[in-house]
């Protein structure tokens, strides 16, 4: 392992440690909302869980490139709507708080490690981590009017998420750029393992 490599990591691991000192508690979007379509669309932003996750998805299809780039970030919102409408009619979906840590885990590794599986397992992967996020949304959709607003919001920002992601996954192209992911993913891991002891602890 190269110098450059080695500093890349340890600034990863640096910067994952300096944000668990920041936070003060596990940021999470499961409170609640009032309806509305701006309500929908800052629900996503308002948990570190969820963005890191839809971050991790746009990122690692980057990372993989195409036809992954596209696949999976289309993916994603496509079973989460399944898994709302699981939530909404209250199908019992156990752990989902801790599945949600855990995506941010699992995605997070598969960037730190550069891990490129067949295609069809990426998309098998964000798509069950997809179903849990999905179920969170859809227990917390606003019942009155405004419910359809709501779920237009929190999926336009889902996918702004995912392009975000995409967009840092480009610093592939650049001549350290591997690293960088690789770093960046390791900071994604270091704040899922502290939201699922935080879960688990709790």
Known sequence: MSRRTLRFERTGVLVGALVLVLLPSVAQ????????????????LGGIDHVLAMLAVGIWGAQLGPPALWILPVAFPMVMALGGV??????????????????????????????????WVAALLVAFFAIFHG???????????GAVEYSAGFVLSTGLIHLTGILIGFVIKLPSGLHILRAGGTVIVIIGLYLAASLLLA
């Open 29 to 44: 979007a499961h409170t609640g909302s009032i309806g509305g379509f701006w309500a929908g669309f800052l629900h996503p």
């Open 135 to 145: 179920y969170a949304h859809g227990l917390e959709l606003p019942g009155q009017v």
């Open 86 to 119: 699981a939530g909404i009619i209250g199908l019992p979906v156990p752990w989902v708080e801790l599945g949600i840590a855990m995506s941010v885990i699992v995605l997070g590794s598969m960037i730190a490690l550069d891990q490129r599986p067949p295609l």
